[in-house]
Each structure stands twice: as C-alpha cells, then as structure tokens.
C-alpha cells in the first residue's frame, strides 16, 4: 500500500503545474499563436450598365482579421478558409508583432462560395526568430449532409436495390 501512495504522489508531483513537467514533455500546443476576429466571405459583383467598362464579372473576397497573440512577432501564417462547403488556404507574409490588429482583404478567392460568414482556421506560424508552430491535423469526421437523401428517398433505393438483386419468382406455365 505504500508503493501505491509514493507512485501516486510522484506522478501529482510530475503533472502539477508549479515544475511545467507536464507540459514539457506533451509539447502539444492547443491554441494556435495568432487569433482570428473577422472572417467573412463577400460575393463581388461589377455591373454591366455602362458598356465602356466591358462585361459584367463576379468575384469573391475574403475579409480577414487577425492578431499575433506570441511575443515572437510573425513573418507568415496560413489559413484554412472554409465557405460553402468549399476550403481555400490563404497565407499571409510581412511583420505581425504581438497585438497589432492585421486587416487584409484577399480578392478573387477561389474555391469559396457564397455570401457571408466562413470559417478561417490558422494552420501555420512562421516566426521572424525562425521557429515555427503547424496546428495538429483534425482527425475527427465531418460529415456533409447537405446532400443526403430524405427517409422516403433512401426506402426507395433500398426496395429498387433488393427488387433488383432478388427479383419476384415467376411460376406458371400450364
């Protein structure tokens, strides 16, 4: 019994948060370096009244706001932008010290659609000391059910499928 409180009182020695042994050894980071406050996905539109300006065009931008929350300032961060149902990844190079307010507006965002709110997670840090931070992958299933069938729809499949797979037994003949 006294094994088992001198194991247990070494390993709360190890993960207490006063020796930080815990937390050197995980080196996992769970948040990522810069903070993002705006991200927002906007549908461009040139008119065509006037026929000296050529034809209409559509374009899309991304409105993104971010702040660098290390002590290290940043020279480059990368961004999974998420809209629609469609991902783009952006990056962003230049000097992000810790708390200056960056605003950029990225235009002709490919892969994008629509208007509105999206989704902008920070993926990658380059800092100006060489060091660097990449988010972990997210392994956790997202499934898309915009285009999933209604109950009635997938029956129907189902009887079509086993109507085609065994069909009825003719008998008869004379």
């Not at 961004?79 to 962003?92: E, K, L, N, Q, Y």
């Not at 840090?125 to 988010?135: K, R």
Request: one cysteine or more; a negative charge.
């Amino acid at each position: 019994m006294q094994h088992l409180i001198t194991v247990l009182g070494a390993v709360a020695a190890l993960a207490s948060p006063d020796t930080g042994v815990a937390a050197q050894q995980t080196g996992i980071a769970t948040h990522a370096p810069v903070a993002v406050s705006t991200c927002a996905v906007t549908d461009l539109i040139g008119s065509a009244s006037y026929a000296e300006f050529g034809p209409p065009f559509s374009s899309r931008a991304l409105q993104l706001t971010f702040v660098n929350t290390n002590d290290t300032a940043a020279t480059r961060v990368t961004f999974d932008v998420a809209s629609g149902g469609a991902h783009a990844t952006i990056t962003d190079s230049g000097r992000f010290t810790k708390g200056a307010q960056i605003e950029r507006v990225f235009g002709d965002l490919a892969g994008a659609r629509g208007d509105g709110p999206a989704t902008c997670t920070v993926t990658a840090v380059t800092f100006a000391d060489g060091s660097s931070w990449t988010a972990q992958a997210d392994r956790t299933f997202h499934p898309d059910y915009s285009r999933a069938l209604t109950v009635e729809q997938m029956s129907k499949a189902w009887s079509d499928e086993w109507n085609r797979i065994s069909p009825p037994v003719v008998t008869g003949g004379g």
